[in-house]
């Protein structure tokens, strides 16, 4: 795998990460991040990962795979965050 | 949605029938021949295309437009307004296709 | 929007769900196995005889074997690298002709080798049919054989499960931005189902309206084309895909006088930089339309088919024909057609992306699989708060629950020992293509069986441990077999391989957990569910010909 793929997963899984914990019903943490800045944030790292991502590779794969990622992430995370919430008890 | 348009009244009170025969009739007939004819819209409007690609393309277009009339025929407040509205849309975008 | 429209969508929804689901699990789930077709053959291939005619001696054995065969020239291909399942460097297929093109079962493989004092030979070879026996149930829902009628099928199930999505979506409308990301574990069991269906089927949207419209594509494209034919292309559909015929066509070319693979390699990677060729497919090589498709594969592009793409090269000449299915130097129309494929079976972004549409795929079969959860769970009957007796399940409920477990876990189990069985039967009775069919069908509707007999409780915790130990049996085997030379079978050792064997152990503890996990709602769970360990087997209570226990 490429440098720029590498990076470019770790910006979108950072960004999704962010979008996931700035809703309200996220079960990660005790209390949603504050949506506006935690909303700007996932948005530059998403963007961030679409323009690594189109280092390495075209624009149209590139953005293949950034949705693909979107997709996986923000399949996974409610599941994370709700194993989580389990196990603080909540 | 869908079902609203011509009639000036308030489509918000219309009853609403499930007609479930005759409107997954309508999607799948009529879903048919509108995706057949955008298909063919398609084609007549794109011959500088080569026409191996194009015919790819023209076939790729048909099952969208087919399982989405069929997902949205619901919506029509009764089966014989779903056959006017999606016949009269096919037979516009027919109309259309035969006279390019 | 009127909540009526809701209602009639529901029914839409839960109609085509709870008939297409069982089959759309399979689909998914031999679908995710199937990304790793080649690991999973690689895993599954005997080692070789005998060595792999170096690079640098093709153009002898090319011109040795079309010497010995002159029909191979029609189709023959060159494989470049060496992996486990790649039989020799030249191989081509006879296929019956009156047998349906997507039925491989019926194709004869040929290697070409060079002997010791460098004599072209001719062998038969019989490469493991395992990674194409996952990928027909992948690609009929479940059934044996590639076929039309079986496509029609599969064709039918995605147009469900197109209607589905809409129609889900549509349910789901109201509370969409509300319940976004929600998954409330908790008392409220329906609750909890319905956020865990809904999650992964909003947020996987795009990847699963893609795969309904392409398996969709897949089934009916043919009819397509014909009606298309007639009514758009005015019957000259036939003649889009035929070759001009060259001016003056050159009789009886000597395909000694080909240039090597490796420059022909050279021209199609000075063409296409980044490229990375597999194979040499060449064609028609003594007539005068010689063609020879450098395939290969570009991460960093989108590919038009599962294996890669293609450069169309004259093989005399070296000159680039045609670069319509060369990943990453198509033309926009050409590269919206080829985004399709890709989509559908991984084929951009290289391995990462494999892995994620695993994962997707797997996520994909959780959605179907919950799907009837969820449709179990808001048909229970549940005790009065007062207490009171336990009320029995509707029989219909008590019946999906055993048929969702056995298919689905009869699926999972089939396929794991349908893997394990292929080195087994090879190391036992030699053929092990002709066991593959049986193993998985006995298991599968084994499973299905043991789910009525049981009833689902019961039954989902000990298929979900003979999952358990049937994944755990893939690796288990490679290492008995590198432990006990004499068993006459073999463990491959390339990075794909080993990987089979990983990812079965990774597998095994995550089934296991879910064993863990259903086995202790059947124990503690309300007695007022088929999910309960109770007098309750689902074939009790009035079944014509099944004896009925007291109750």
């Given at each position: 795998m490429s440098f720029f793929t590498l990076t470019g997963l770790l910006a979108s899984l950072a960004g999704s990460t962010c979008l996931y914990l700035a809703?309200?019903?996220?079960?990660?943490?005790?209390l949603p991040l504050p949506a506006l800045p935690a909303r700007s944030l996932a948005l530059v790292l998403i963007v961030l990962g679409w323009l690594s991502f189109a280092r390495s590779m075209q624009a149209v794969t590139a953005t293949f795979v950034l949705v693909t990622v979107l997709m996986l992430a923000l399949s996974v995370l409610p599941y994370i965050g709700a194993l989580r919430g389990v196990g603080r008890g909540r | 949605m869908w079902g609203g348009g011509a009639d000036m009244a308030d489509p918000a009170l219309r009853p609403i029938q499930r007609d479930w025969l005759s409107k997954t009739l309508a999607g799948l007939v009529l879903g048919a021949i509108l995706a057949l004819a955008c298909s063919g819209l398609f084609a007549r409007l794109n011959t500088a295309m080569p026409l191996g690609v194009r015919g790819q393309l023209a076939m790729w277009m048909v099952p969208p437009v087919w399982l989405g009339v069929l997902g949205g025929v619901?919506?029509?407040?009764s089966g014989v307004r779903a056959w006017l509205w999606l016949g009269a849309a096919s037979a516009f975008v027919t109309g259309v296709f035969y006279l390019l | 929007m009127r909540s009526e429209f809701v209602r009639i969508y529901k029914a839409v929804h839960t109609w085509t769900g709870i008939v297409a689901g069982m089959a759309l699990f399979i689909a998914f789930y031999a679908g995710a196995l199937t990304v790793f077709k080649e690991p999973l053959a690689a895993w599954a291939s005997p080692p070789v005889a005998g060595r792999m005619v170096p690079l640098a001696d093709t153009p002898k054995l090319i011109a040795g074997v079309l010497a010995a065969?002159?029909?191979?020239?029609r189709d023959f291909t060159i494989h470049m690298g060496d992996a486990e399942?790649?039989?020799?460097?030249m191989g081509w297929q006879v296929r019956?002709?009156?047998?349906?093109?997507?039925?491989?079962?019926?194709v004869r493989h040929y290697v070409g080798t060079l002997d010791a004092t460098g004599q072209a030979r001719i062998e038969a070879s019989h490469p493991s049919q395992l990674a194409s026996f996952i990928d027909v149930l992948h690609r009929v829902v479940g059934l044996p054989v590639d076929s039309d009628p079986n496509r029609w099928v599969m064709g039918l199930v995605a147009a469900l499960y197109a209607l589905a999505l809409i129609s889900g979506v549509v349910v789901l409308l109201p509370s969409l931005v509300k319940d976004f990301f929600a998954l409330r574990l908790g008392k409220n069991l329906k609750r909890m189902w319905l956020d865990a269906h809904n999650v992964v089927g909003i947020v996987s949207l795009p990847f699963h309206l893609v795969m309904a419209l392409t398996a969709v594509v897949f089934a009916y494209h043919d009819g397509i084309y014909i009606v298309q034919d007639k009514f758009v292309h005015d019957g000259k559909w036939?003649?889009?895909?035929q070759r001009q015929q060259p001016a003056a066509a050159a009789p009886?070319?000597?395909?000694?006088?080909?240039?090597?693979p490796l420059e022909l390699i050279a021209r199609a990677q000075a063409f296409a930089p980044g490229f990375e060729p597999t194979a040499l497919q060449y064609q028609q090589?003594?007539?005068?339309?010689a063609v020879v498709r450098v395939w290969g594969k570009d991460a960093a592009a989108v590919s038009p088919r599962a294996r890669g793409g293609f450069a169309a090269l004259d093989?005399?000449?070296?000159?680039?024909?045609?670069?319509?299915?060369?990943p990453g130097r198509q033309s926009t129309p050409n590269l919206f057609v080829s985004s399709f494929f890709a989509l559908h079976m991984a084929a951009f972004g290289g391995t990462a992306v494999q892995w994620m549409y695993f994962l997707l795929g797997l996520a994909g079969a959780w959605l179907f699989y919950s799907g009837n959860l969820l449709w179990v769970e808001s048909r229970r009957r549940k005790r009065p708060r007062d207490g009171g007796e336990v009320p029995a399940q509707r029989r219909d409920v008590r019946l999906m629950a055993a048929a969702t477990v056995g298919v689905c876990l009869g699926c999972v189990c089939g396929i794991s020992l349908t893997i394990v069985g292929a080195k087994w039967a090879y190391a036992l009775v030699g053929d092990a293509n002709a066991w593959l069919l049986p193993v998985y069908y006995t298991t599968f509707f084994g499973c299905i069986v043991w789910a009525f007999l049981q009833g689902a409780a019961k039954a989902a915790v000990h298929l979900l441990w003979l999952a358990v130990m049937a994944a755990l049996a893939i690796p288990l085997t490679s290492g008995l077999a590198a432990v006990a030379p004499g068993l006459n079978m073999w463990v491959n050792t390339s990075l794909s391989s080993l990987g089979v064997d990983i990812t079965a152990c990774v597998g095994a503890a995550a089934l296991g957990w879910m064993a863990r996990a259903t086995a202790r709602r059947v124990r503690q769970?309300?007695?007022?569910?088929?999910?309960?360990?109770?007098?309750?087997?689902?074939?009790?209570?009035?079944?014509?010909?099944v004896g009925v226990q007291a109750k």
């Open positions: 809703s309200p019903n996220q079960r990660w943490r005790l | 619901y919506f029509f407040s | 065969d002159p029909a191979t020239a399942h790649v039989p020799g460097r019956d002709t009156d047998a349906d093109d997507h039925d491989e079962s019926s036939g003649t889009a895909f009886g070319r000597d395909p000694a006088s080909m240039l090597p090589v003594t007539g005068p339309r093989p005399y000449t070296g000159k680039v024909i045609n670069s319509d299915f060369l769970g309300g007695a007022d569910s088929v999910w309960s360990e109770g007098p309750q087997p689902c074939l009790q209570g009035g079944v014509p010909g």
